[in-house]
């Protein structure tokens, strides 16, 4: 019989999940998002990792929750569902109850993704803004919370944010936990961020949060079914010991998608308001050779890793976001050519295991080649030893689905080409106002970015609108019409940067000379022969060099 007076949050039956219905923001509980998954819009959260954290706990539960009819495999359980146009909700409901009590994040014995017996030398606890991985250093600089905002907080509240840290939990010494050989002097030692805060991560968007669940989830794997369990299916509860050796491989999705990281434990009123939390160190997983486990990341070669490790085989380690770059311009991890060959000039890379699921399936017809693929990346930038966090990644960037076929390779191949061309024109175009305004006699410090900012307020909404728009079967025509465009909109920019130093610099000084011309002029036609050349072929009435009108 339950204990009346002990508060209790069930992540099942109760809301917790943040959601857009219409033009409505809203809550709603696991049993409730797959009764209703087709009429929510998206996910919403206090941070845009948010939803990716909250997807990989759903998608678990649909995994492990649909049972595979007589000689189905994975992709015929998918293309049933996506039939079907809707979750099986009765089978969901079967295993709900099937872990009652498991999802309730305050159970005496088996509380929701915590240890429950959890403690360390102080049993001492923090406040629950110790959650929020995304406040560095008790700054609220990227949620609205402060104050006694953080002194307590809602179990709706505590279950995201737990699921949260989990993920992207900041690296650096904690608490040591009882019963973790690892801790020294009451400290636990760093094993690195939450796993999701290692990856390249990002997320698939579909016109609805049906749609979006099932571009995220796999079916693969069930002959090994008995093996792949999501944490709250196992039998074991976690303590504050390591649970699986740090060379230990994810058993499948379910295993990966609730790896145990940190230990927690929650502090709660006898109202249920969540007053404390204790984070420790978890269970640690490598990085490299994941590639073929974990599904929602991009990936790079990496020689150094390689070598360390004594092997001559590619190594493939996560490739990380870089806040200073948009997903488009990294277009290549998107792209990648399914297996380890690279693409001609491309660094090798291995196509991410869910665009690679969603390439299968447009093969074989169960998804329309007509189908507009979404990417969503997101991420944290973490500084110092990754103990705190600098900044959030959150992009997106969209394409059509045939440039995943075989038959697209070309295709892909001078996508890739040509946002990699992009990038350099732009660069191309800040070097050479910097020596312009150096000829001239101004400073060129800091030019080159402020040159580049001003570019790229034109070519991103540009160049999304032009991959977005892509014709696979007239791929040479875009290209031709998108280096037309490019060099326009360069042209305008490198012809106002030449105007802002005025007459004198089409002159240049006496003995005024700088790596590429000697001045404001030489350097500006050297620009203009430069687009010529790479951006081929170009209107016919383009400005002729060294016209500034």
Known sequence: MADQSRPSFDLWSQAWIPVKLGQNSLLVSIQDFFDRAGELAYFEGEVPTMPLAIQRILSTVLRQAVEPRQGE???????????????????????????????????????????PGLATVKNEYLKPAALLSTVPRGSSQFTSRAGEQTDTMSPAEAA?????????????????????????????????????GRLGAFRLVGKDLFETLMFNTRFQGYDDAVQDMALWERDDVLTGAVSRPENSQPRGDADLYTWPSRRIRLHFTGTGEVDGVLITQGDRL??????????????????????????????????????????????????????????????KVVMPLLISQLRELIANGV??????????????????????????YSDRVSFASRLLLPPSIRARARVVDIARLTDEMAHQVAYRVKDAREAAGASGENTSATVLSRLYFD????????????????????????????????????????????????????????????SALSAFNALVSTLRKRLKPIPADTPREGAHS
């Open 73 to 115: 495999n994975g992709h015929q359980v998918w293309a049933r569902i996506w039939k079907e146009g809707r979750f099986p909700t009765d089978e969901i409901r079967s295993y709900g109850q099937a872990y009652s009590g498991r999802f309730d994040l305050f159970h005496p014995e088996r509380p929701f993704l915590q240890a």
């Open 160 to 196: 995201q944010w737990v699921i949260h840290a989990m993920g992207f939990d900041v690296a650096g010494i904690k608490p040591g936990a009882l019963g973790d050989d690892r801790a020294k002097g009451g400290k636990g030692y760093g094993i690195g961020t939450g796993w999701l």
């Open 286 to 347: 490598l990085a490299y050779g994941q590639e073929r486990t974990e599904p929602a990341s991009f990936w790079r070669n990496s020689p150094a890793q390689a070598k360390a490790l004594g092997t001559s085989n590619a190594v493939f380690m996560p490739r990380s976001h870089d806040p200073n770059r948009a997903a488009w311009q990294r277009i290549d991890s998107v792209l990648a050519h399914p297996g380890t060959v690279p693409l001609k000039g491309q660094e």
């Open 367 to 392: 998804l329309s080649s007509d189908t507009k693929v979404l990417v969503e990346t997101v991420g944290l930038v973490y500084g110092t030893q990754d103990s705190v966090v600098t900044d959030m």
């Open 459 to 518: 070519i991103d909404p540009a160049f999304r609108r032009w991959l977005n728009d892509l014709d696979v079967d007239r791929v040479d025509e875009h290209i031709e019409n998108w280096c037309s465009t490019l060099f326009d909109l360069l042209m305008t920019t490198a012809k106002a940067e030449m105007l802002r130093l005025g007459p004198r610099a089409l002159v240049g000084r006496s003995g005024a000379e700088t790596a590429r011309g000697t």
